[in-house]
C-alpha cells in the first residue's frame, strides 16, 4: 500500500534532499510548512540556507506540474503541496493558530481520507501530539547512526596468550588472529573484527596484571609509537590519554583526522591544545604554521553580528575553555600558577598576539582551504553532518582536523545523539586509514575527584 509521508518544517531546515528520501510513495507539504520555511529564508545561518536550498527544489518541482495536483519526482514518488483540512477538529484545548496543530490537521485529514498518513518531524512533542490523535509520527532517520553504544568506539580490549603478549613486547607485533575476545559469560573465544587504527588494550588471558596497548595497522597489531612522549610537558594518565595522545601526535600526513569522544574532564581539549603547542613551539620540523581554535556554538549570525566589538571580541566568552586550559599548560607549577594573575594573563595573551594560537566562528570556514594549520574544533557535537563535512573538506595540505566533543551534551535543537556531526563523521570514517578514533570513558576522567565522581553517579 502506498505511503503518504507529510513532512515537518524541521526535517526541510536540516535536510533539504529530504524531500527524495522517500522513494515512490507520496510526500506532502502543509501550506504552514512553507510559510516557516519563508521566515527563514533571509538568516545567514545553515538554516537559513537549507530554507533557501528547499525552496529551490520546491521552485524546480512547479515548473513540472501542479504542485496542488502533485508532481512526479525523479525516484517514482509524488509531491504536492496541501492546502486544505483547516476545519478539522483537534482537541478544544489546542490553539488552531498553532502551526504544529495546523500541520496535525493535515495529517488527520488525509487519514480520514483513507491514505496510509505517517507525519516525519524532528520535534518530539508534536510527535507525542500526533500519538494522541491516531497519527503515526516518526524521526527523520537519513543521515543517523545507530545508538551511542552501538557507535565506533575506537578502542577494543582483546586478550591473548602470556606467550604471545611477550611475543609483542620482543618483536613488535601480533597477526590479528593472535587475539580474541570473550563472550559475554566467558564459556567461549571469539575472534574480532578489528578495523584499521583501532586501538587496543591487550589482557594476557593467564596474568591479569600483565597487559599492553597496541594499534591495528590494516595488517598486524603494533605497539604505540609515541607512548613515551611527553608534549608540552604533559604526561598522559589512562589508557584513553594514551591512545589520544598518540592519535595526535602521528603526522598530518599519514592521519589528516582525529576524533576524539568523552565526557567532561577527560583532558581531550587540554590534550589537543597541549600537542599542538609542543608541534610549533618544540618540535624542530615546523609542520604546522599556527592553531586555530573554533566552536560551533560561536556563530556571527544576526543574533551575535549586531553586538559591539570585533569578531574576536564577540567570540571571546565563548573560548573561555581554551584560555582555561592555556593557564594550565604554559605553567606547570601549581603552586606558583595563579601567583600573580596579572602575569599569567600576560602570557596567554602572547600566544594570541604572536598568532601562535587563533580563533574563529564557525561560519567563517566555508568556503575556505586551510594549510598547515593544527585546527581544533571543539563542542563538534553541536555540529550538523552538512557542516561536519563542510569543516573537514576545508582541509588543505598539512592540516590537522582534531573533532572534539561529548554527545551526551547537544544543545542543538535539531540534533540528537544519533544525528549530530561529531558521530556522524566518526561513523562515517570508521576504517579510514586517514583518521585515528578514540572514545573516552567516564573512568578516565581526571579533572578532579569531584568530576569523576559526578561523572560516574550522574
Not at 14 to 36: C, H, K, M, R, W
Amino acid at each position: 500500500m502506498s505511503k503518504t509521508f507529510v513532512l515537518d518544517t524541521n526535517v526541510l531546515l536540516q535536510t533539504p534532499f529530504a524531500l527524495y528520501s522517500f522513494g515512490d510513495n507520496t510526500i506532502v507539504i502543509p501550506e504552514v510548512v512553507l510559510e516557516e520555511l519563508d521566515k527563514f529564508k533571509k538568516d545567514n545561518t545553515e538554516l537559513g540556507a537549507n530554507a533557501r536550498h528547499t525552496g529551490r527544489l520546491i521552485d524546480g518541482l512547479r515548473a513540472k506540474g501542479n504542485l496542488n495536483e502533485g508532481v512526479k519526482l525523479d525516484n517514482g514518488g509524488t509531491l504536492r503541496i496541501e492546502m486544505n483540512f483547516r476545519n478539522i477538529e483537534l482537541p478544544e484545548s489546542w490553539s488552531d493558530e498553532n502551526n504544529d496543530n495546523r500541520i496535525l490537521k493535515v495529517c488527520k485529514g488525509l487519514k480520514e481520507k483513507g491514505e496510509n498518513v505517517f507525519l516525519v518531524t524532528k520535534d518530539i512533542f508534536e510527535r507525542i501530539k500526533a500519538d494522541i490523535i491516531g497519527v503515526i509520527a516518526q524521526d527523520f532517520f537519513a543521515e543517523q547512526v545507530p545508538d551511542f553504544e552501538e557507535q565506533y568506539k575506537g578502542r577494543l580490549d582483546v586478550y591473548t596468550t602470556e606467550d604471545k603478549l611477550n611475543e609483542f613486547y620482543s618483536k613488535g607485533s601480533l597477526l590479528a588472529e593472535d587475539i580474541f575476545l570473550f563472550s559475554h559469560d566467558f564459556s567461549k573465544k571469539e575472534r574480532p573484527m578489528l578495523v584499521t587504527n583501532e586501538f587496543l588494550i591487550i589482557h594476557s588471558c593467564n596474568n591479569e596484571k600483565q597487559t599492553a596497548l597496541g594499534r591495528f595497522d590494516g595488517k598486524r597489531i603494533v605497539p604505540l609509537t609515541f607512548l613515551q612522549e611527553r608534549p608540552f610537558g604533559v604526561t598522559p594518565r589512562n589508557a584513553g590519554q594514551k591512545f589520544m595522545q598518540e592519535a595526535l601526535m602521528v603526522d598530518a600526513d599519514k592521519s589528516p583526522l582525529v576524533i576524539i569522544k568523552g565526557p567532561a574532564g577527560t583532558a581531550k581539549t587540554f590534550y589537543s591544545l597541549a600537542v599542538g603547542l609542543h608541534k610549533i613551539m618544540i618540535e624542530q620540523n615546523k609542520l604546522y604554521r599556527k592553531i586555530l581554535v573554533c566552536r560551533p556554538n560561536v556563530k556571527l549570525d544576526e543574533d551575535i553580528g549586531f553586538l559591539p566589538g570585533t569578531e574576536q571580541e564577540k567570540i571571546a566568552p565563548f573560548l573561555r575553555p581554551v584560555v582555561d586550559n592555556l593557564e594550565v599548560l604554559i605553567d606547570n607549577d601549581e603552586n606558583e600558577r595563579y601567583s600573580s594573575e596579572k602575569e599569567l594573563k600576560d602570557k596567554v595573551d602572547e600566544l594570541f598576539d604572536r598568532k601562535i594560537i587563533n580563533t574563529e566562528a564557525i561560519a567563517f570556514i566555508r568556503g575556505r582551504s586551510i594549510v598547515k594549520q593544527w585546527v581544533i574544533i571543539d563542542e563538534a557535537q553541536n555540529l550538523t553532518p552538512k557542516q561536519v563535512k563542510g569543516i573537514i573538506t576545508r582541509a588543505g595540505r598539512g592540516t590537522k582536523i582534531i573533532l572534539l566533543g561529548d554527545p551526551e551534551q547537544i544543545d542543538h535543537p535539531f540534533l540528537d545523539i544519533r544525528t549530530n556531526g561529531l558521530c556522524y563523521a566518526a561513523e562515517k570514517m570508521k576504517g579510514s586509514s586517514l583518521c585515528y578514533q578514540v572514545t573516552l570513558t567516564d573512568e578516565e576522567c581526571e579533572r578532579s575527584d569531584l568530576a569523576y565522581e559526578s561523572a560516574k553517579r550522574m
